[in-house]
């Protein structure tokens, strides 16, 4: 039982260690890379996207007419 209540505290203690490393480590990285491009702030280049709506409460059902009359 000791060994189990040990076995988990020191994987917990190892755990939150490697958690807290990687954070520092990943902060550095973030820090270089801001400093190396910048925040990239601003928007997107190019024109605005295009925003298709559609407010119809049903799809478009085309008759039997309508599409002999489009494929022909």
């Not at 958690?19 to 550095?28: A, E, F, N, P, R």
């Not at 024109?47 to 407010?55: C, D, S, T």
Request: charged share 20%; hydrophobic share 40%; aromatic share 12%.
């Amino acid at each position: 039982m000791v060994v189990w209540i040990t076995l988990g505290l020191f994987i917990a203690i190892m755990t939150t260690a490697f958690t807290l490393l990687w954070w520092k480590v990943g902060d550095q990285w973030a820090d270089e890379e801001y400093k190396k491009f910048g925040h990239g702030g601003g928007g997107p280049k190019g024109p605005p996207p295009k925003v298709i709506k559609n407010f119809d409460d049903e799809p478009t059902v085309m008759s039997l007419e309508d599409s002999a009359s489009d494929a022909g």
